[in-house]
């Protein structure tokens, strides 16, 4: 039998033959439409993505970097390469990018928040995450402490920070420097020159090593005629301190035990 005899076969292939034609022209139109100069970037918006402010990050710098990188128009614009483009820029975290009707972007930049310097001379955001930026911008608001560790330890370095420093703070001191060896003990230093020796994560918990310290310290304080040089934190019964204006540079740690401390230094 001859489809085009079938009146409902021949309506379908006339249909779908207009729809082709359709598409043909919307296609057609479409890509017309797109190269037309309305359609062209004309602007980049550069805000703070939302619940975070822009301090470091320029404006101008993030527009020009897309002009030189980017190319296209405000349908063929790739998005992601943009982000890309904008991530590349200090200071900046992480970027969204979104287009506005009919020739704009929009790009919503999340900062690095500089927490501290590692030992190789970047620096340290809150997240635990290394960065490169510059460390006049970074200090403005003062000094930031100074971090070091093995490598990938940057996330467990700032927790231990945050830590030590929420627990330091009812001796009205601040953490400076916090480091991880090799051998995966730990030593950090007060604002007020302070050195404590920490060591390694086994036996008495560091934290239960430094909250014993913390509330003896006080006591222990009075008693000398300075301030300990040393705080020495690696015994397992109590804690050991060294001032040096007291008892010279050469002397040996004197223990401060909190109960009968042993003399053998455990690390």
Do not use: C
């Amino acid at each position: 039998m001859n489809p085009w005899h079938n009146p409902r076969l021949a309506n379908a292939f006339a249909r779908m033959l207009i729809a082709l034609v359709l598409l043909a022209v919307l296609a057609t139109a479409g890509s017309w439409t797109a190269r037309r100069a309305v359609f062209d970037l004309r602007l980049v918006r550069v805000e703070a993505a939302r619940g975070h402010e822009l301090r470091q990050s320029s404006e101008s710098l993030l527009r020009a970097t897309i002009a030189q990188r980017i190319h296209g128009s405000f349908f063929s614009v790739n998005l992601d390469d943009v982000r890309a483009v904008v991530e590349t820029v200090p200071w900046v975290r992480g970027a969204q990018v979104r287009r506005v009707w009919p020739n704009r972007l929009v790009v919503a930049i999340e900062e690095h928040r500089p927490l501290a310097l590692w030992e190789d001379g970047r620096l340290v955001n809150t997240y635990g995450e290394l960065f490169s930026a510059n460390l006049d911008e970074a200090e403005e608001d003062g000094a930031l402490p100074q971090f070091g560790g093995p490598k990938d330890s940057e996330g467990t370095v700032v927790r231990r920070y945050a830590e030590l420093r929420d627990l330091v703070a009812p001796l009205g001191a601040v953490p400076v420097a916090v480091n991880l060896s090799a051998r995966h003990a730990w030593s950090a230093q007060l604002d007020d020159g302070t050195r404590l020796m920490i060591g390694r994560e086994q036996g008495i918990a560091l934290a239960d090593r430094i909250r014993r310290w913390v509330a003896a310290y006080p006591a222990v304080k009075s008693q000398l005629n300075s301030r300990a040089e040393v705080i020495d934190l690696r015994y397992p019964n109590g804690f050991a301190l060294r001032s040096l204006s007291a008892l010279g540079d050469a002397a040996p740690l004197a223990d401060a035990s909190v109960n009968s401390a042993s003399n053998r230094t455990v690390e």
